[in-house]
Nanobody
C-alpha cells in the first residue's frame, strides 16, 4: 500500500503564495492519479485539484486560476502551487492517490494551511 506524506503548509498572509508537496512511497507513481482535497473546520472535504496520469486536470471552482497541480514522476512527488491566497483557503490539505488500474484510494494525513494577516 502506497503511503502519501504532505508537507509545505503554514501561515501565509492574504494574497500570498504557498507550495504544497506530496511524497509517495512507490516507484510506480506514474500509474497513480493524484488529487488535492481540503477540509475547513465545520465543512465537508472538497476537491481542490485533480491530475491524471496523462496530464488531464480538474480544479474546484473556487481555486481556478489561482492554484496549479503538478507532478514529478521521477521523484514520486505531486505539488499544489497556491497563489493569491484568500482567508477562505484556510484548511487542512490532503493528498490522495489512486492506482488507475484499480485500487483503494490512499490519503495522506494532511498539512494545515492558514491564511491570516
Amino acid at each position: 500500500q502506497v503511503q502519501l506524506v504532505e508537507s509545505g503548509g503554514g501561515l501565509v498572509p492574504p494574497g500570498g503564495s504557498l507550495r504544497l508537496s506530496c511524497a509517495a512511497s512507490t516507484s510506480i507513481f506514474n500509474r497513480y492519479a493524484v488529487a488535492w482535497y481540503r477540509q475547513a473546520p465545520g465543512k465537508p472535504r472538497e476537491l481542490v485539484a485533480f491530475l491524471g496520469t496523462h496530464g488531464s486536470t480538474n480544479y474546484g471552482d473556487s481555486v481556478k486560476g489561482r492554484f496549479t497541480i503538478s507532478r514529478d514522476n521521477a521523484k514520486n512527488m505531486a505539488y499544489l502551487e497556491m497563489n493569491s491566497l484568500k482567508y477562505e483557503d484556510t484548511a487542512v490539505y490532503y493528498c490522495k492517490g489512486v492506482l488507475v488500474a484499480g485500487g483503494i484510494p490512499t490519503w495522506g494525513k494532511g498539512t494545515l494551511v492558514t491564511v491570516s494577516s
